[in-house]
Each structure stands twice: as structure tokens, then as C-alpha cells.
T-cell receptor, first 116, second 111 residues
């Protein structure tokens, strides 16, 4: 139980275009989801906290206009990388807190974004 | 300032060796989690430790939570190539409901 499905697994896009990454909770409702960015051989860096029905909370240094987050339902959060540039290339991972499990967080399988 | 200091950052060992990864902080945590991540995948939860002094075992993996709940360790006995991966400690930040991670330890076990 408590599965988070993330799509796509990988995407290649041209500079200047936008890319949308979806994160769905399959068997539970996620009022809060988290978006992380990860560079090769490094840890996860929290980008923003996505709240259903309200604005996302961004971590310091993360550009709100570049990384648009929408959490329109209890099972879906999306991250859109707008006007992508090669430096946006990274591994993006979403996560949801599973309130039924006191300390439980479940993660998506990640999206490898390559901007060319 | 890193909330969770994890060490070492890299470990390269031979199959059969033992190893320990450390996760330290100046803050007291209500709980601490250990994750393992393989390339191209999301982290997978290994264990959550909650009580100071707690020891949990998962096959060849032994997890300890410090008495003061400021540090934790992961010990692997007789490492195998299948243990290769990125190991992350993480803790929930009270009041914010978000998980913060240590820098991670990249473990490579050679056959």
C-alpha cells in the first residue's frame, strides 16, 4: 500500500520548452506532497512542499516561476519546469507523507530530465 | 548548515567486509529514518528509529539511535554486492512536516 506513481521516468526536451512531471498517490489521499531535486551522487534537496488546494511552499533559493507546482486534487501533484535550460537537467523525485503510518513517507521512482 | 551530517560520503569495500555509516546532528530528533536508493530510482525506507538507545536489525543491517536522539548509525555485516547503493539518513522537521536528508553515503561493494 501507499504507492506513489511518478511519470514520466525520463524526458528529454529542448531548451526553452516546458516539461510537466506528474506524481500520483494510487491508493491513498495525499494532502501534502514534496518535490525534491537530486544531482548525481548527491543527496535529495527539497524544492517545495505541495499542498492540495493551496499554494505550494518553496524552499529558499528555488524559483517559483520556473518550477510551477499544482496540487489540484488529493491524488495528483504536478511540477512544471518552465523555459527549461540545460542547468535544469537533474533527477526530480516526489514524495508523499502517509498519515496512516506515523513516520511514513513514500517516494516516487523519479524523473530524469535532460534539457538539450 | 546541514541539519544532518552523514559520513563517510563514499565507501568502497570488498564483499564480506563490515561497514558503518554515521548520521549526526546537534539537534534532538523525535525519529530518524534510513533509506537506500539505487540509481534511477526513488529512496526506499529501510527503518525508522524512534526511541533513544534503540537498536533495530534488518537481516545483516543493524541500526542504532543514540541515547540522546542526536545521532544514528547503520552497520552492515558481511557486505554483498547487492548492498551497493546510496544510503541516506533523514529526519522529520517538527512544525514543518517535511523530511530533511543527510548528504548520503555512496556504498560500493566489489565482488
Amino acid at each position: 500500500g501507499a504507492v506513489v506513481s511518478q511519470h514520466p521516468s525520463w524526458v528529454i526536451c529542448k531548451s526553452g520548452t516546458s516539461v510537466k512531471i506528474e506524481c500520483r498517490s494510487l491508493d491513498f489521499q495525499a494532502t501534502t506532497m514534496f518535490w525534491y531535486r537530486q544531482f548525481p551522487k548527491q543527496s535529495l534537496m527539497l524544492m517545495a512542499t505541495s499542498n492540495e488546494g493551496s499554494k505550494a511552499t518553496y524552499e529558499q533559493g528555488v524559483e517559483k516561476d520556473k518550477f510551477l507546482i499544482n496540487h489540484a486534487s488529493l491524488t495528483l501533484s504536478t511540477l512544471t519546469v518552465t523555459s527549461a535550460h540545460p542547468e535544469d537537467s537533474s533527477f526530480y523525485i516526489c514524495s508523499a507523507r502517509v498519515w496512516e503510518k506515523r513516520y511514513g513517507y513514500t517516494f516516487g521512482s523519479g524523473t530524469r530530465l535532460t534539457v538539450v | 548548515t546541514q541539519l544532518l551530517e552523514q559520513s563517510p560520503q563514499f565507501l568502497s569495500i570488498q564483499e564480506g567486509e563490515n561497514l558503518t555509516v554515521y548520521c549526526n546532528s546537534s539537534s534532538v530528533f523525535s525519529s530518524l529514518q534510513w533509506y537506500r536508493q539505487e540509481p534511477g530510482e526513488g529512496p526506499v525506507l529501510l527503518v525508522t528509529v524512534v526511541t533513544g538507545g534503540e537498536v533495530k536489525k534488518l537481516k545483516r543491517l543493524t541500526f542504532q539511535f543514540g541515547d540522546a536522539r542526536k545521532d544514528s548509525s547503520l552497520h552492515i555485516t558481511a557486505a554483498q554486492p547487492g548492498d551497493t547503493g546510496l544510503y541516506l539518513c533523514a529526519s522529520w522537521v517538527p512544525g514543518y512536516g517535511k523530511l530533511t536528508f543527510g548528504q548520503g553515503t555512496i556504498l560500493t561493494v566489489h565482488p
